[in-house]
């Protein structure tokens, strides 16, 4: 079996004519298509061993397109995905490109246009065994840290707050803050969810034992708005 066979398409769309039609043009030039009515059901269904890329609609109720491409980061899953969407605007395709998005489609589309972009697509799926360059880039930029720099990073990306990190390591919230805007410089990282995937895509940390935090909630002073017992 080749390497495209393995591979998958994932067709993610609320309107079933157009999932429907979209699958057919797929396995009609022999790609493998599995399709979802909702985000939700594909984030069920995916894991990170799952191969090939995504075909993700905008607009879709309950979670849509960008919630879920936000989803899969933050699983560390980096499948190639494709958006397409009949109502994109500017803001919308920025914020895809800008979170790794590699194409954008309008509805209704070109069907060529749109197997050229899969098959594009597909040509930058890792193989399997393979290291994405990106993640190696990531660790490479954490083995830069000073030792002091690692120990402010890991219970930040866990959620903990400027002042429970000064605690823990029983420095004042001010040096917390200049080791934070260091750590944040270095690691290229321009806000606390992107800390966070980077740390998630090379392993140090386990999404599943984060705290559930947000820019807000690690402010000097806040405590995360929602908040697991430790």
């Not at 079933?16 to 057919?24: A, K």
């Not at 493998?32 to 894991?47: H, I, K, N, V, Y």
């Not at 958006?83 to 509805?107: N, T």
């Not at 040509?123 to 002091?148: H, I, N, Y």
């Given at each position: 079996?080749?390497?495209?066979?393995?591979?998958?398409?994932?067709?993610?769309?609320?309107?079933?004519?157009?999932?429907?039609?979209?699958?057919?043009?797929?396995?009609?030039?022999?790609?493998?298509?599995?399709?979802?009515?909702?985000?939700?059901?594909?984030?069920?269904?995916?894991?990170?061993?799952?191969?090939?890329?995504?075909?993700?609609?905008?607009?879709?109720?309950?979670?849509?397109?960008?919630?879920?491409?936000?989803?899969?980061?933050?699983?560390?899953?980096?499948?190639?995905?494709?958006?397409?969407?009949?109502?994109?605007?500017?803001?919308?395709?920025?914020?895809?490109?800008?979170?790794?998005?590699?194409?954008?489609?309008?509805?209704?589309?070109?069907?060529?246009?749109?197997l050229d972009s899969v098959q594009q697509a597909l040509s930058r799926e890792p193989q399997p065994g393979a290291v994405d360059p990106r993640v190696l880039e990531v660790q490479a930029r954490l083995d830069?840290?000073?030792?002091?720099?690692?120990?402010?990073?890991?219970?930040?990306?866990?959620?903990?707050?400027?002042?429970?990190?000064?605690?823990?390591?029983?420095?004042?919230?001010?040096?917390?803050?200049?080791?934070?805007?260091?750590?944040?410089?270095?690691?290229?990282?321009?806000?606390?969810?992107?800390?966070?995937?980077?740390?998630?895509?090379?392993?140090?940390?386990?999404?599943?034992?984060?705290?559930?935090?947000?820019?807000?909630?690690?402010?000097?002073?806040?405590?995360?708005?929602?908040?697991?017992?430790?």
């Amino acid at each position: 079996m080749t390497s495209q066979q393995q591979q998958r398409v994932y067709v993610v769309d609320d309107d079933q004519g157009m999932l429907d039609s979209t699958v057919w043009l797929f396995e009609s030039v022999g790609l493998q298509a599995l399709p979802f009515t909702s985000g939700r059901a594909f984030l069920e269904a995916c894991d990170a061993s799952s191969r090939g890329c995504v075909l993700l609609d905008v607009r879709m109720p309950g979670m849509g397109g960008l919630n879920v491409q936000e989803a899969l980061r933050e699983r560390g899953i980096h499948m190639p995905i494709i958006f397409v969407s009949g109502h994109a605007d500017v803001p919308i395709v920025v914020r895809a490109f800008r979170a790794g998005a590699v194409d954008f489609i309008e509805k209704p589309y070109n069907e060529q246009l749109l197997l050229d972009s899969v098959q594009q697509a597909l040509s930058r799926e890792p193989q399997p065994g393979a290291v994405d360059p990106r993640v190696l880039e990531v660790q490479a930029r954490l083995d830069s840290l000073t030792p002091r720099e690692r120990d402010v990073l890991l219970p930040l990306v866990r959620g903990y707050t400027n002042r429970e990190v000064a605690e823990q390591l029983a420095v004042s919230v001010k040096t917390i803050d200049l080791y934070r805007s260091r750590v944040m410089k270095r690691m290229q990282a321009e806000t606390l969810a992107d800390l966070v995937g980077m740390a998630v895509a090379t392993g140090l940390v386990d999404a599943l034992q984060l705290r559930v935090a947000s820019d807000q909630g690690s402010s000097t002073d806040g405590a995360p708005a929602s908040r697991e017992p430790r």
